[in-house]
């Protein structure tokens, strides 16, 4: 649509918001960047954007635009459509994968449904490459009435903008919070103009203004621009409200005047620009065949001369395309409810060959039963869920659940809720399921209910709402539905854990999983098991699972459950194996959404094993993914992940920084493990800082019932901690009371982790006539996965025999910790190892820092993805970011490790390992 600017009017006091705009096409080739423009209808996004067009072209900056339109909304990626058209034919430069993707969503193949952030991706590095030879101009306006799908995407592409040279520019109304929501991309909020400009623009009008009227239009335009334009124009039509202008909004009073003008045009042509406000296309051809079957008569372009003469709408001999979108609202609203539907059974039909597009005409302005059009709309929503519009699909099936017979109501409003889940909608779905449940679903129905409900509203997980949850998903099981129950119950089990249930509560949990049917997916069944008693883990379940890892013959899906298990019980060696899979293959199906729980636990159990180079990259991405997700439970996981780093690395404030992010989560929401595991990096921080009461205190926390932190599994995961906390702080007895506690609580069989720390504990807190034989225990289990583990475990051994007089002794265990604390990048541990040393008698030098230390969590990522052999776009599909923000990374990291070339890489990180 022409911007208004075309009429002639000078911009006036848009001057700091030229230069912002400027200064984003000035940065371009250095940095990608986007920016929202929001305000009021008429107050001069659409003039800007059209400025800034037009500075671009100059500046020789391809431009790709896209518009909304409200009866577009509904429309699988038809902003996107639109947007991509010119650069269509470069997707050839994809991969085969992503090619496909984009197709599914474009409607153009008949693959599998694509992962709506596959598709992003797709067009990122479509975008990407597009912009290889000259820089990129994206423009969205009106993305108010973009459908959600274009939305989601757009939103992917401009938070990773940051490395190409694209700039993308949206324009959205106000009172539209869903679109580029507050916060998520940088703003510009349009003021109205100050009186001075209002008043040279006024001066300006192409309407000769009589002074009477001059001071009343800049008073009710209140500094609109359009306002001021088209008040001019239409004065003597606003008398009605002269008295009190200030009760009637600015954006009503322009349609009122607008639909004012229209009505002033031939009835025939009334009718045109109706059909034209309804349709979602701007094909003037379109429109004259449906004006044709309303009138009963042909009716030829020049009808709608009149139209644009008095610049409601712009004309040529294929497009009509009104001149404002409150144009087009005013034209609609001010038709009777009786002619709109008529002209939408005329478009409707005029559109027989567009199905998406012409159901949508047909469900318009009806209501009571129409089972042909809910069928139809079922089917709409079938294809979108093909394409990746989940949001079309939503809005699709809860019309046809409305609109059908009311023994398919249920059925449609379920599945329409359940798409909504995924969307992450918890506003849609809770309203859905209220509506279902007055029609008196079937028991596996409401099975699949109860478990929506809880994924999206939890109630308090006491021991009555556990005991109804498990009833549900035993009623889904005799309903043959074994997949629903074990979800169920696994939903339940990983609440319970999140919360630290009572031991009353965990016996439901560990019964109920016993009585999973046999048919149930053995994978997922063994995850149960596990979550259901981390405590009482049994030799058996260890056991297997161990062998399952070993095996690898499990998929994503099983994996997404095993990780989890395997870290609450403390097998991490294990876990970290199923993880890995899980992360891959989220990865690989672009399931983004999935991500940030994994690569939380991913971040913590590759800590504990020390593996950094997994660990800090992870803890990175999640906190990333995790706030773009809007999902503050897992970015604190990742703060919890980068305190314990912290913690182990000796960087008290990084520790202490992160854990209190963790807090400000947990700590509102009640989760107890939340608050637990923010403890663990700021209880080795104070350790390794030579602070043992200060540590004590904060691993007692986990233990104390009516302490936030308390935890009776995350207690056992610190028993180590508090042991040695315990020594230095001359708290033996009650470290010893603390031992004896978990000891009985475990059993003979606890994880790897918690048989680790039992084995530490007793040694550091034994009598001296069986230290040596609880420290060669300890030392003798299998440390080849727990290198940080064993370090301390050396250091506590050669303080043993220092205090006992045993000076040369000690200087084994304590080389041997130091030098492999220095391997670790474990500074403070390695200084306390160096002080012991000193106390001896033996004196050693500080370590140098690695070269890698320098790189940053993703830097090293991609470092390490890179010299395996991966390309700037294999990356990038794993990561979810453009190839170019690889290849903007590798030009930081080759400066930093010395080198110059990509095939220099895999021996620079192994030599700074």
């Given at each position: ?21 400027t200064?984003?096409?000035d ?40 518009r ?5 909304a ?61 820089p990129?101009?994206?423009?969205a ?29 949206a ?52 500094g ?25 909004p ?19 042509t ?37 139209a ?39 478009l ?16 318009a ?16 929503g ?24 009311t ?25 859905l ?36 949850l ?13 997949d ?68 690898g013959s ?37 399931r ?12 913590s ?23 773009e ?32 992010r ?14 637990a ?51 230095q ?36 807190l ?89 790189l ?46 990509r ?8 030599e700074?390992?």
């Amino acid at each position: 649509m022409p911007a208004l600017s075309e009429s002639g009017a000078p911009l006036l006091g848009r001057e700091a918001e030229m230069q912002l705009l400027t200064g984003l096409l000035d940065d371009v080739e250095r940095s990608g960047g986007a920016l929202v423009l929001r305000g009021e209808p008429g107050i001069g996004k659409s003039r800007l954007l059209s400025e800034t067009i037009a500075l671009a072209e100059r500046r020789n900056i391809n431009v790709l635009a896209t518009r909304g339109v409200q009866s577009e909304a509904r429309l699988a990626f038809a902003g996107l459509q639109q947007l991509l058209r010119p650069v269509r034919s470069q997707a050839a430069g994809l991969s085969p994968t992503q090619q496909a993707v984009l197709d599914a969503a474009l409607g153009l193949g008949d693959d599998q449904p694509p992962e709506h952030f596959r598709i992003a991706l797709a067009v990122l590095d479509l975008l990407s490459d597009a912009a290889t030879d000259r820089p990129l101009l994206l423009v969205a306006e009106d993305a108010h009435w973009l459908d959600q799908a274009s939305v989601d995407v757009l939103a992917f592409v401009a938070r990773r903008l940051e490395s190409d040279p694209i700039v993308l520019l949206a324009a959205a109304r106000e009172g539209y919070p869903t679109v580029f929501s507050a916060g998520e991309l940088p703003e510009l909020q349009l003021q109205p103009l100050d009186p001075e400009s209002a008043d040279r623009l006024l001066a300006h009008s192409e309407d000769h203004v009589p002074a009477s009227e001059r001071a009343r239009i800049l008073y009710e335009a209140a500094g609109n621009p359009l306002a001021l334009i088209e008040l001019t124009s239409i004065a003597d039509q606003l008398d009605d409200d002269r008295v009190m202008p200030g009760l009637v909004p600015l954006t009503e009073r322009l349609e009122r005047a607008f639909a004012a003008r229209a009505r002033e045009l031939s009835l025939e042509t009334q009718l045109l620009l109706l059909v034209a406000a309804l349709s979602e296309s701007d094909r003037l051809s379109e429109v004259l065949e449906a004006g044709r079957l309303v009138a009963d008569e042909p009716l030829g372009v020049e009808t709608l001369q009149s139209a644009a003469d008095v610049a409601i709408v712009e004309l040529d001999e294929r497009t009509v395309l009104f001149r404002h979108p409150l144009m087009r609202s005013a034209v609609s609203q001010a038709a009777p409810i009786e002619r709109r539907r008529r002209v939408h059974e005329a478009l409707a039909e005029v559109l027989a060959d567009e199905p998406d597009r012409r159901v949508w005409h047909r469900a318009a302005l009806i209501s009571g039963t129409h089972e042909d059009v809910a069928a139809e709309l079922e089917e709409a929503g079938r294809r979108a869920r093909r394409r990746g519009a989940r949001a079309v699909a939503v809005t699709a099936t809860r019309r046809a659940g409305e609109l059908g017979e009311t023994a398919q109501r249920s059925r449609r409003l379920l599945a329409a809720a359940e798409l909504a889940f995924e969307l992450g909608q918890p506003d849609v779905v809770v309203p859905l399921l209220r509506e279902i449940e007055p029609l008196r679903p079937r028991a596996l129905d409401r099975a699949r209910m109860a478990w929506i409900e809880e994924m999206v509203d939890p109630k308090p997980l006491d021991e009555q709402r556990v005991t109804a949850l498990l009833a549900i998903a035993e009623a889904a099981g005799q309903a043959d539905d074994s997949d629903l129950q074990t979800d169920l119950i696994w939903l339940v089990v990983s609440r319970a854990w999140f919360g630290d249930p009572s031991p009353a509560t965990q016996q439901i949990l560990v019964e109920a999983a016993r009585g999973l049917s046999p048919a149930t997916d053995d994978h997922r069944g063994l995850a149960v098991q596990l979550g259901a008693d981390p405590i009482g883990l049994t030799a058996e379940l260890s056991t297997r699972l161990r062998s399952v890892a070993a095996e690898g013959s499990y998929t994503t899906e099983a994996a997404l459950h095993l990780g989890p298990a395997a870290a609450v019980v403390g097998e991490f060696d294990s876990a970290s194996v199923f993880l890995g899979d899980a992360v891959d293959g989220l990865r690989e199906e672009g399931r983004l959404g999935l991500l940030p729980r994994m690569l939380s636990l991913q971040a913590s159990v590759a800590a504990r094993l020390a593996d950094w180079t997994t660990a800090s990259p992870a803890a990175d991405e999640v906190r990333r993914l995790a706030n773009e997700l809007n999902e503050p439970l897992f970015a604190a996981g990742g703060d919890i992940a980068a305190s314990l780093i912290a913690g182990m690395r000796g960087d008290e404030d990084a520790a202490e920084r992160a854990a209190t992010r963790a807090e400000r989560v947990g700590l509102p929401a009640k989760v107890n493990a939340l608050v637990a595991q923010a403890q663990f990096g700021r209880i080795l921080a104070t350790l390794g800082a030579g602070r043992p009461i200060e540590a004590y205190e904060l691993a007692e926390r986990l233990f104390d019932p009516l302490d936030p932190a308390h935890h009776r599994m995350l207690a056992c995961w610190v028993i180590g901690d508090l042991a040695e906390a315990a020594l230095q702080a001359d708290q033996v007895a009650q470290g010893r009371e603390r031992l004896a506690e978990i000891e009985t609580a475990v059993g003979p069989d606890p994880g790897a982790w918690v048989a680790l720390n039992l084995r530490h504990a007793r040694a550091v807190l034994a009598e001296d006539d069986d230290a040596a034989k609880c420290f060669e225990a300890a030392l003798g289990a299998d440390l080849t996965r727990w290198p940080y583990q064993r370090a301390r475990l050396l250091l506590a051994q050669g303080r043993w025999l220092r205090r006992r007089r045993q000076i040369t002794e000690s200087r084994g265990p304590l080389r041997a910790a130091r030098d492999a604390f220095d391997a670790l990048g474990c500074a403070a541990w390695a200084d306390q190892a160096r002080r012991e040393l000193r106390a001896s008698g033996e004196s050693s030098r500080r370590r140098d820092p690695s070269l890698r230390d320098a790189l940053t969590a993703q830097e090293l990522q991609i470092a390490h993805l890179a010299a395996e052999s991966l390309s700037n776009r294999e990356i990038g599909e794993k990561l979810f970011v453009s190839p170019r923000t690889v290849s903007t990374h590798l030009y930081r990291i080759y400066p930093k490790l010395g080198i110059s070339a990509r095939s220099e890489l895999a021996a620079a990180l192994s030599e700074t390992a």
